[in-house]
């Protein structure tokens, strides 16, 4: 605990507490300070992390519906004053809701000095925490400098706060509503793919603002550079520290921020069956004729192939011979033929034979390789 002594008398009084309405009570002690260097964070924001963990734990274990904080009126005041300080959008303008999953802060419309008052009038004890007097934390300084300042401006500020939380909540619903209607015309979804449709963006009165909306929870924070994705050269992209927003040509492709893709080669034997590999797993088998024609399936004459094969990703100088073609044809020309979009080309596979190319994996096959009337053994490979 942070407050050593003081901590210790908090929890004897939570215990004397519950024994006197006999309510069942749970303890639990953190190491803050080395949460706090571990994960590198603030002691509140550390604190704040334990507890929250611990609750979630505890509503988990034991079938709790809700969990209940003691928040009230004047914390929300500091922290939308927070917020307001740092920097923020419509969410952190709204400040702390009354209910977030099964967290539900039945004080919040309570200002401090009417809950003090009634514990009075009520002959409640309480006890206080002693950090709070202290302005080394933001939240302290606004709570004892900023807000004081406030209310003797105009006594009436924390109602008249509590009256345009509400009216920025209500803006928040008519947003949330406008972007649900936005998201079903401009934007798709392919797998792991999100894709966002430039020309319609553009459209728009204002494209940044929708794109914030639209992207927000994707950890961006160069809005500027992400609204200049609209109008830049295919290829060039954003990153924030979980995902990527790249432009290619019509779209604005947002996917998962992945590890080094550059995979070592895989081998495969002749006799092998199965091949685990990063796309999928790979079927080898010998048949007597080529019984369906798919994607994912390719048959081959497999005297014309030379073992070990090996699956690679593919590179820039890289050619085929498409099957159905007359001719070979270099993979990048292929891609652009094939309107590939640039996470597609990242993500495409190639299986080779003695370092020439046999098969786009689930794309297109290379006719050297393909049966003909001659081939006597047929090999089927599948995805």
Known sequence: NLRA???????????????????????????????????????????????YNWFYELAE???????????????????????????????????????????????????????????????????????????????????????????????????????????????????????????????????????????????????????????????????????NLLDAQSGKQVLSSTHRLIKDRDYLLLTEMTADKNYDEICISEGEKEVKTPFGVLLFDEVDAVLNKKAEVIYLDKNKLKFPLKVRQWQEGDYFYPSGMKGKKKLSKYFKDEKLSLIDKENSWLLCSNNTIVWIVGKRADARFMVTEKTKQILKIEI
């Open 5 to 51: 002594d003081e901590s210790d008398a908090d929890e004897d009084f939570v215990l004397q507490l519950a024994e006197d309405l006999e309510l069942e009570v749970f303890i639990e002690s953190f190491d803050t300070k080395a949460y706090t260097k571990q994960h590198k964070l603030s002691t509140q924001l550390a604190a704040r992390a334990l507890r």
């Open 61 to 227: 274990q034991l079938h709790f519906d809700y969990i209940l904080t003691a928040h009230h009126a004047d914390d929300n005041l500091e922290t939308f004053l927070i917020n307001l300080s740092r920097g923020t959008g419509l969410d952190g303008l709204i400040g702390i809701p009354e209910v977030n999953d099964i967290v539900v802060r039945p004080l919040l419309p309570f200002s401090r000095q009417t809950i003090a008052a009634y514990a009075k009038n009520n002959r409640l004890q309480w006890r206080d925490d002693s950090s709070n007097a202290s302005n080394n934390y933001l939240r302290n300084k606004l709570r004892h400098k900023v807000i004081p300042i406030l209310k003797d401006i105009n006594p009436q500020m924390l109602s008249n706060f509590q009256h345009t939380q509400k009216h920025l909540n209500d803006t928040k619903t008519i947003v949330e509503d406008a972007i649900i209607s936005l998201q079903k015309k401009v934007v798709s979804v392919e797998g792991n793919l999100i894709k966002l449709n430039v020309k319609k963006l553009k459209k728009l009165s204002n494209p940044k603002a929708y794109l914030y909306e639209l992207l927000k929870d994707f950890n961006f924070a160069e809005w500027n550079d992400v609204a």
